[in-house]
């Protein structure tokens, strides 16, 4: 069974940074694309469609961002540890969001919740103005 387990989250002043960390675990596929979502507190709670992907990174490290975090945010993967970061950088209030790890058996990469089939609990970020 495949298991994602974010941590790294908490309150930052705005112009902070954080860095999440996902360990995937149980994965047994050849293929692996992931991905960072987040979902605005606005947001329908637990709504599946309304995850922003925030950036991914595919099976070769091809990666894809958000323009709106683009530049300040870097998504990255160890892979002798399964694990996948995602460093924050100059915060703003509204990056302010519960970030959501996500996996896929697929050598390409969308940045959708639908392309998705794993999914971890989630992390809150919130940054204060």
């Known amino acids: 069974q495949v298991q994602l387990v974010e941590s790294g989250g908490g309150s930052v002043q705005a112009g902070g940074s954080l860095t999440l960390s996902c360990v995937i675990s149980?994965?047994?596929?050849?293929?692996?694309?992931m991905g960072w979502f987040r979902q605005a507190p606005e947001k329908e709670r637990g709504a599946f469609a309304e995850r922003e992907g925030v950036a991914g990174i595919d099976s070769k490290g091809t990666t894809n961002y958000a323009d709106s975090v683009k530049g300040r945010f870097t998504i990255s993967q160890d892979d002798a540890q399964n694990t996948l970061y995602l460093q924050m950088n100059n915060l703003k209030p509204e990056d302010t969001a519960v970030y959501y790890c996500a996996a896929e058996s697929s050598t390409y990469l969308l940045l959708t919740p639908e392309f998705f089939s794993y999914w971890g609990q989630g992390t809150q970020v919130t940054v204060a103005s």
């Open positions: 149980g994965f047994t596929g050849r293929e692996l694309s």
